[in-house]
């Protein structure tokens, strides 16, 4: 069993950058795909990023395209989500998940193993 912890989430100015982190451990089974996914209160779970292991190909969703990163250090099982020119669109629970990676795309089902989330704040 795979289990993810999250950090680096606050609060951030509109225009302002945070950088997400994402440790894995617990298991054997090396995460092919590792991402990010987003929940604001009173919306859908919204596919933010996904990064494969080996050819570390990569994802993102149209709202975060040219402003986020996703990037992994294989070695250490950590997976970064760098975040910039935030917007107030932006504010939501941050989750890393493994998962397949078409499920990214439309996160609406209860697939893969989640983190417990954290909280990213946009506000001047």
């Known amino acids: ?4 912890v ?13 950088r997400l982190s994402c440790a894995s451990s617990g ?7 590792m991402g990010w996914f987003r929940q604001a209160p009173g919306k ?3 596919g933010v990023a ?8 990569t994802y993102y969703g149209d709202s975060v395209k040219g402003r986020f990163t996703i990037s992994r250090d294989s070695a250490r099982n950590v997976v970064y989500l760098q975040m ?8 939501a629970v941050y989750y ?8 990214f ?18 506000s001047s």
């Open 1 to 4: 069993q795979v289990q993810l």
């Open 6 to 18: 999250e950090s680096g989430g606050g609060l951030a100015q509109p225009g302002g950058s945070l």
């Open 27 to 33: 298991s054997t089974v090396p995460t092919y795909v």
């Open 44 to 46: 859908a779970r919204e």
């Open 50 to 57: 996904y990064i494969s292991k080996g050819d570390e190909s």
């Open 84 to 91: 910039i020119d935030l917007k107030p669109e932006d504010p």
């Open 96 to 103: 890393c998940a493994t998962a397949p990676s078409w499920w």
């Open 105 to 122: 795309r439309n996160p609406s089902t209860l697939v893969g193993t989640w983190g417990q989330g954290t909280q990213v704040t946009v």
